[in-house]
């Protein structure tokens, strides 16, 4: 199989582990970002690809070559960093051919391959000025084509845009995926921030204490997350979870530890009795009548297209996402209802996925 190809990688520091035997097949072409919360070995991960990092055991292999031994300059690949890492002394065009210059190019190829990185990337206007000069996102564009400009087989971007602000995070996000769409390498992309890979990604890998917990496409993740971790980590705002037990009567529902009654259509099979986690995203719950769950409004938050609201339910918070033109102040009780056909059930020990 060509393309990047991850099979059984570990990582240790003498006794201490990192990386547990980690598997990813990356197809040609393809976008997949690597998330996860800080510590959980995305960025380790991403330098072993790159190898700045030894592997431990297992291997790494590139368009069918393995590449466990190969330098880093060796591998074609080309790796974007959160810092930008320009030479401050040199200008746009020069920082962006220096490595083509390293490897021997022709000054005329040099000035080709960096005149077409810069007309892709918008770098015309400011070939000349030097990195001081530059704001944070032509910087960024200045890295990228830096990459660009070596036509690699993989493109690895190391949390490229925790150093931008938030609209201008928006922007770069737009830039990049138009990027992989008119290029098309493929781009292995380490992040921490959830509504990246969301938005961008064909493939997500969540990573969590070093072992994948979940690879999928963004929607697949996001509607059937296998387990609490990956459900509670994609989605903003964060996916909400009340426990309790399942009771089926004339319909399913669930009783809280409290004994209020969360009524609902559908349940895992054979599951009377059974103490699990119920998940539900905040933009599935809706305003109910005399059967929802009693709850009392604690924050009312308005963000302009929708208004977020704190809500206690027998002592746990939960966020509940308001899109319709509701009045809710502090203090209020009112009734919820979840849309029962979105719900996600859990195991309490495994927390593990249940089927419905």
């Known amino acids: 199989m060509s393309g990047l190809n991850i099979k059984n990688v570990k990582k240790s520091y003498g006794a201490v582990d990192i990386i547990h035997g980690v598997d990813v097949d990356i197809a040609n072409g393809e976008f997949v970002i690597l998330v996860g919360p800080s510590g959980c070995g995305k960025s380790t991960l991403l330098r072993m690809i790159a190898g700045l990092e030894e592997i431990s055991s297992g291997q790494i292999s590139i368009d069918g070559r393995v590449v466990n031994d190969l330098q880093p300059k060796d591998r074609n690949i080309a790796m974007v960093f959160q810092n930008y890492a320009l030479y401050p002394q040199m200008t746009v065009a020069q920082n962006m051919g220096f490595a083509l210059e390293l490897a021997g190019v022709k000054r005329p190829e040099i000035d080709k391959k960096v005149s077409e990185a810069a007309a892709i990337l918008g770098l015309q206007p400011l070939l000349e000025r030097k990195p001081a000069q530059l704001s944070g996102g032509q910087r960024q564009r200045v890295a990228m084509g830096r990459a660009i400009v070596r036509d690699p087989k993989v493109f690895l971007f190391d949390e490229p845009l925790s150093n931008l602000d938030a609209k201008l995070r928006v ?22 921030d959830q509504i990246e890979a969301l938005t961008m990604a064909d493939k997500i890998v969540v990573l969590q204490g070093g072992r994948v917990e979940q690879i999928g496409s963004p929607l697949e993740l996001y509607d059937r997350p296998r387990n609490i971790f990956v459900a509670g980590f994609l989605g903003s705002p964060a996916m909400n979870f009340l426990e309790g037990t399942l009771q089926h009567a004339a319909s399913p529902a669930l009783t809280l530890s409290g004994g209020s009654r969360a009524v609902l259509s559908r349940a895992p099979s054979a599951s009377a009795g059974r103490p699990v986690t119920l998940g539900i995203r905040p933009e599935d719950i809706s305003l109910g009548g005399e059967d929802g769950v009693a709850a009392t409004v604690k924050v009312v938050e308005p963000t302009g297209s929708e208004t977020h609201v704190a809500v206690d339910v027998e002592g746990k918070e939960l966020t509940w996402v308001v899109r319709d033109s509701v009045e809710l102040v502090p203090d209020q009780r009112v009734k919820l209802s979840f849309a029962t056909s979105k719900v996600h059930f859990f195991d309490q020990q495994t927390q593990q996925r249940l089927e419905s």
């Open 171 to 192: 922007k770069m996000r737009a830039e990049i995926k138009a990027l992989h769409q008119r290029l098309k390498t493929t781009i292995v992309y380490v992040t921490h």
